[in-house]
């Protein structure tokens, strides 16, 4: 584990302009696309959670929550983690604390996952759900849910963990 990390929550503007940065870094620079695309309509939105892995004061690792308080649905966007950092815990710590977050608000938690990581949310408790789907520019991608809440009426009937 890295020294000094620490997972911490944000909502509202306050830190978008580094996590967007981090998110552009990881999530769309390789495919091409632009720092605007790495912004997501509700970053400011009073119901998204921003979680950020600090170390040192440097962000390391970024995700976010957003709730949907109409479905009792959170989707998880924005997973990242710096190139130097990945494969050292951060991206569990990350989903531990947005699995917590999601617990708390009994909220059924859902992703978007890229093909290339479907293991490890399968290897932090989430099931894919449905056939693989092609996201335009990204690449193959597959819905995924969490299994670690009691879920709502839309996840209990593929419910296999
Ligand atoms: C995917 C990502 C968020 C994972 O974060 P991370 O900090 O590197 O992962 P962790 O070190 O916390 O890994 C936890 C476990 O998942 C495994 N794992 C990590 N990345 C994996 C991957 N892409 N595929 C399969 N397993 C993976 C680890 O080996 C570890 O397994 P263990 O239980 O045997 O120890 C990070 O690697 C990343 O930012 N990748 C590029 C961007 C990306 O794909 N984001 C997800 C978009 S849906």
């Known amino acids: 584990m890295i020294q000094g990390l620490s997972i911490r929550e944000s909502v509202g503007g306050n830190d978008i302009d580094r996590i967007v940065a981090l998110r552009y870094e990881i999530l769309r620079k390789p495919h091409d696309l632009s720092l605007a695309d790495a912004a997501f309509s509700n970053d400011s939105s009073s119901d998204t959670v921003h979680f950020l892995a600090v170390s ?49 608000a009994g909220a059924s938690l859902w ?33 995924m849910i969490w299994c670690g809440n009691t879920g709502g009426a839309e996840t209990q009937p593929i419910r296999t963990c």
């Not at 093909?115 to 949310?121: K, L, M, P, R, V």
Request: charged share 20%; with cysteine; net charge positive.
């Open 111 to 143: 992703c978007n996952a890229r093909f290339s990581a479907i293991g490890f949310y399968e290897r932090n408790g989430w099931v894919r759900k449905g056939e693989l789907f092609e996201m335009p520019v990204i690449g193959l991608h597959s819905v």
């Open 56 to 104: 040192d004061e440097k962000l390391v690792g970024c995700s976010t929550l957003i709730f949907n308080p109409k479905t009792g649905e959170a989707q998880l966007r924005g997973m990242a983690v710096a190139h130097e950092y990945q494969n050292q815990g951060i991206g569990r710590l990350m989903l531990s604390a947005a699995h917590a977050r999601a617990r708390n």
